[in-house]
């Protein structure tokens, strides 16, 4: 086989202009991989979040281990005040929760709180939904370092992970002993 210089250079030419598409496009789809894959992870931590909060009777929500320290209740109500605060302030979004006086969670029945974290879980689903790609590699500053968007969605599962076992201990020191763990 004999290939002409012009050939070849066209060849050539037209694989470069063609691998930003190429690239652009295995992003994109590798993107579309982690909204899946978050999905289900969320999904999962949602009903995990619900199974622990919902084995502490009503009574106890206010319990603290030390007066300095969350309360029951204060732990859920963190986890949702402070996820909305960030993606909210990092994707320059409207923070559905921003305007609700402390106040408001005090007087929440548990019900009305298990409620509450549901259309939580809800809205940080849509937000991932619908964030574009591109923001979605945008880095973002975050614990002294800095991470894509893509990746900060998980980090602030990690810390509703950290809340949810603050949680299950403050079931135990109520001798109440938690349900297994639902993993992914």
Not at 71 to 98: D, K, W
Not at 169 to 180: A, D, F, M, Q, V
Request: aromatic share 14%; net charge positive.
């Amino acid at each position: 086989m004999n290939i002409s210089r012009n050939t070849l250079l066209k060849s050539l030419l037209g694989g470069l202009i063609a691998l930003p598409s190429f690239g652009k496009r295995q992003i994109e789809k590798d993107l579309l991989g982690f909204k899946d894959e978050f999905a289900t992870a969320w999904k999962r931590s949602e009903e995990y979040t619900l199974t622990v909060f919902n084995q502490m009777p009503e009574e106890k929500l206010e319990f603290r281990y030390t007066p300095e320290s969350f309360s029951f209740r204060t732990q859920f109500v963190h986890c949702i005040i402070y996820t909305a605060m960030q993606l909210s302030g990092r994707l320059n979004i409207a923070n559905p929760y921003e305007k609700i006086p402390p106040s408001f969670w005090a007087k929440l029945s548990k019900s009305d709180l298990e409620k509450e974290l549901q259309k939580f879980y809800a809205w940080v689903l849509t937000v991932v939904n619908n964030t574009k790609p591109e923001q979605l590699l945008k880095p973002e500053d975050y614990a002294g370092g800095s991470l894509p968007v893509w990746r900060f969605f998980y980090a602030m599962e990690n810390h509703i992970i950290h809340h949810r076992g603050q949680a299950i201990c403050y079931l135990r020191l109520n001798e109440i002993i938690p349900e297994g763990y639902v993993g992914w």
